[in-house]
């Protein structure tokens, strides 16, 4: 018998449908045994949900009530970032508390929140820090437009370098390998403080055509090659979701494993 299966070769779905067709008719053909029915369901061939097991638990709807809606004056900037620390010291707190609330906790889940709680109050120093080597340029502003602007940066650097990039990151490879119920309250309440200081999740899909303006490829994505067209430049597993403020000023990007096309395949 002549061999069906080619080395070296990489089949995609309806090639493999006829392969195995052929296969099943050979075996109930010349050889008289009962053919097996394979059966192809649209989740064996397109993107694994699995993957983002978890993922839905970081989005963010869009709100009403954007951090710099009364920012009308350097006393208003001032204000506003009072209630910003106030509100990063209340997250670390409750990082604490669920340490102190649950005595069970594995040394590995308990360490973990303690450092998410660290981090935490690392960027209320930095925050403190920030506004006194600020404050000589804050008092030359003039007009609400550079008030907003001066807030928002300094918001999106303290929320976006200590909050979401850390916290986000680590919490989804967290629930995606089932560390525990602990880390999904941790996510309520990170996504709380984000609420409150007016940020939201931009929706993107498994599936969808990655938009460069709002999502990164992760660095595995280089070597998650594809030779069915209909992927190429699309999502296969979302890392973290983009994150803006409610006037939609984004504050990190996205991340997310793209399927890639072959360079070989592309050269021909």
Known sequence: MESILEENKTYLSQESKELLEEV???????????GV???FSKRSWNQDETLNKGIELFFIKKGVAPIDSFCN??????????????????LADSFYAL??????????????????????????????NQ?????????????????????KSLIRKIIGDYVISVLADALYERIKNNAGEVYTL???????????????????????QMDPEY???????????????????????????PYLFLDDTKILDGSAKIWRRNDEWEST
């Not at 006393?75 to 970032?81: A, G, I, R, S, V």
């Not at 069970?104 to 120093?125: C, G």
């Open 131 to 151: 506004r006194k080597k600020r404050r000589i340029k804050w008092k030359e502003l003039s007009g609400i437009n550079e008030f907003t602007e001066e807030l």
């Open 186 to 208: 941790v996510i309520k309440e990170m996504n709380q403080f984000l609420i409150d200081n007016g940020v939201y999740t931009k929706e993107i899909k498994v599936g969808e």
């Open 37 to 39: 029915e394979w059966t």
């Open 24 to 34: 099943r008719g050979f075996m109930q053909g010349k050889l008289k045994m009962v």
């Open 73 to 90: 004056s350097l006393e208003d900037m001032e204000k506003q970032l009072d209630q910003l620390e106030s509100r990063l010291i209340c």
């Open 99 to 128: 340490v102190d609330n649950n005595p069970d906790l594995e040394k590995e889940s308990k360490n973990s929140l303690e450092s998410y709680a660290k981090t935490v109050d690392k960027s209320v120093t930095i925050l403190e």
């Open 215 to 241: 999502v990164e490829p992760t660095k595995d994505s280089i070597e998650n090659i594809t030779e069915d067209f209909h992927k190429f430049d699309t999502i296969e597993e979302i890392r973290r979701y």
